[in-house]
């Protein structure tokens, strides 16, 4: 009786390996890093400010090399422990109660929601295989990569866009 293999599922997936500060290598030799990024409000910003923040997207925009997708992530929120964790405080009860009942009535309004803001990089151009491999330092059969990009965000957690995008 022969058996079936059964293929796995990174037979489906594009991925070919994981690489160091997250790069993620496809099988197609193209190269993709997802960074998490947190919004600011620029209603807040004085217009000298708000001049500043778009002359860097400006800059950063006519300088990019390879393409950007933005990905926003949109999540209703459940405000049930909220509501639950403000039930056993200590707070004076009638207070507690009518804020309690704000905080439902505003939920049920507006739908409260968190939203979670990503850049996806992705490095596709063949002709530039050659020069990736040539900044590409190899140890231990982990390629270390120089892009230009990674000055901009050494770490999906170090990110801060309040600086426009830039590391201090």
């Known amino acids: 009786m022969k058996v079936e293999q059964i293929p796995s599922v990174q037979d489906f997936l594009p991925i070919e390996s994981i690489l160091e500060k997250g790069i993620i290598k496809l099988k197609d030799s193209s190269y993709v890093k997802i960074i998490k990024v947190n ?15 778009l002359n860097s997207y400006k800059t950063l925009f006519k300088g990019l090399k390879f393409d950007l997708q933005i990905l926003i992530q949109s999540k209703k929120e459940d405000l049930t422990e909220n509501i639950k964790a403000l039930n056993e405080s200590n707070l004076h009860e009638e207070i507690k109660q009518k804020y309690i009942k704000y905080i439902q009535q505003l939920n049920q309004k507006t739908k409260s929601s968190s939203k979670n803001f990503y850049l996806i990089l992705k490095e596709s151009s063949s002709e530039k295989q050659e020069k990736i491999k040539r900044k590409a330092g190899k140890t231990d059969g982990i390629y270390k990569f120089k892009w230009p990009w990674i000055s901009y965000w ?3 957690d170090n990110y801060n866009s309040t ?6």
Do not use: F, V
């Open 39 to 53: 919004p600011i409000n620029y209603n807040l910003k004085s217009d000298l400010e708000k001049e500043a923040i």
């Open 154 to 156: 050494k770490d999906r």
């Open 163 to 168: 600086s426009s995008g830039r590391q201090g």
